[in-house]
């Protein structure tokens, strides 16, 4: 009985998602137009830069968000509710004593630093970048607090509620940009406040609707903040801390990585390509994210038939997500021209490349997840860490041959090894073989 129901949770959850996340891809497909009138292909590829950079303030939380969504629902497996509580509590306040130190470092570095030259930026044509970092790093340090809040839903085996509230940021998002194009106003910064703002003030109408409402029991309170919380939190965190930053590491700065060695206009169609293909990578998380904490959920009472009929579930959504990203890059010229024009020109050997990273990383996701959920994260982060400190320099010098091109061939290379030990390590976990670093 208890087997149903986390089964008819689950169902209903990736139902909900694809319901919110189909509109989510059509708010994606709307930005990059949009934006792109706004700014054109210099400026927009200097905020595609941006953004890449306030991603790293936005995952430096130290793993807390994720260490709490695994403490959360082994907790109320075991329906302990004070330990509940104290988990959302120290997360809470554990990110706000974070955030304001890192954001007065970030400020302080964009003052210090040229960061004109940084980003190889034309200073004539964006003459306040340090005024434009400075609102954005704010914006996103008041969404860096409050986004736990999709944390605690995502514990709680809601994920759906999770999508509902970042969908609520973009389209808060859309509005805002199209409210911009229909106005004929084309700056840097009214764009960067409408994409950082945005997500922010969804969390914030979140707040009384999660802890005024539906879950009071839940709610932050300083009285229950407790230090052994914090630890535990951080010894599962700061696992999925490591593994955030390298994923930063091998992807999100790419962006600057064109930005520096190209044009900031060379960023565009690197980022369109990654967008396109993206959306399978959307309808696999759509699917494959309420796994992890309903595995948390199987693991802690054993039911590892349950999680096996559930990884055979996914093997066949792999399929067809790589015949589906063959349909993509055989109609990418066509879809490309639809979307954005023909003013953007994107190389076949970056479609191509971007695909084969997409498979590659949907492949090891279909099994990190699990892992995820099993808290087995060791080998995960010697493999991304690997990966993350090789990329650089494979990526430099596969630059110097296929320019653009060498730094997804980079990617893709890089990422293998860690997608081959996911699978053996979920196998050996499973039938009972695993020993050593295999069971961490």
Request: aromatic residues 16%; charged residues 10%.
């Amino acid at each position: 009985m208890e087997k149903d129901s986390r089964t008819s949770l689950l169902k209903k959850n990736i139902f909900f998602s694809f319901v919110l996340k189909g509109w989510a891809g059509l708010v994606q497909v709307l930005l990059v137009p949009f934006t792109l009138f706004c700014l054109g292909n210099y400026e927009n590829g200097i905020w595609m830069t941006i953004s890449s950079i306030l991603l790293w303030i936005d995952h430096l939380d130290i793993g807390l968000g994720n260490g709490l969504r695994n403490n959360l629902s082994a907790q109320l497996a075991h329906n302990d509710i004070e330990k509940a509580r104290q988990s959302v509590s120290s997360t809470f306040f554990m990110l706000i004593f974070i955030i304001i130190p890192l954001a007065l470092i970030s400020l302080l570095f964009i003052n210090t630093f040229d960061i004109y030259d940084l980003l190889n930026v034309d200073q004539t044509v964006v003459n306040n970048l340090n005024d434009i970092l400075a609102v954005s790093i704010a914006c996103i340090s008041g969404t860096f607090i409050f986004k736990f809040i999709g944390n605690i839903y995502l514990g709680l085996q809601l994920p759906a509620v999770n999508n509902a509230l970042v969908v609520g940021g973009q389209t808060l998002t859309l509005i805002c940009i199209y409210i911009l194009k229909i106005a004929g106003i084309h700056s840097l910064m009214y764009v960067a406040i409408a994409y950082t703002l945005s997500p922010l003030l969804v969390y914030l109408i979140a707040w009384p609707f999660t802890f005024n409402w539906k879950y009071p029991q839940l709610r932050p309170s300083f009285s229950s903040f407790n230090f052994k919380a914090v630890g535990e939190l951080f010894n599962i965190g700061i696992k999925f801390f490591i593994l955030q930053i390298a994923g930063i590491i091998l992807f999100a700065t790419s962006n600057v990585m064109v930005s520096h060695y190209f044009t900031p206009e060379m960023v565009t169609p690197y980022q369109i390509a990654y967008r396109y293909f993206s959306f399978t990578m959307m309808i696999f998380t759509i699917i494959a994210v309420p796994f992890w904490s309903a595995t948390t959920d199987a693991y802690e009472k054993k039911d590892y038939q349950w999680i096996s009929k559930s990884i055979s579930s996914l093997h066949k959504i792999l399929f067809l997500i790589a015949g589906c990203l063959v349909v993509m890059v055989l109609t990418s010229h066509f879809i490309y021209q639809i979307w954005v024009g023909k003013d953007v020109h994107i190389p076949s050997s970056i479609t191509i490349g971007m695909a084969c990273y997409m498979m590659i990383i949907i492949y090891s996701l279909c099994y990190s997840y699990f892992l995820n959920g099993f808290g087995k994260l060791h080998l995960q982060i010697i493999f991304t860490v690997f990966a993350a400190v090789i990329y650089f320099p494979l990526a430099k010098l596969l630059i110097n041959y296929f320019d653009v091109s060498g730094m997804i061939l980079a990617l893709c290379l890089v990422n293998i090894p860690g997608a081959i030990i996911n699978r053996t390590q979920f196998k050996k976990i499973m039938n009972g073989s695993a020993r050593g670093i295999w069971t961490k």
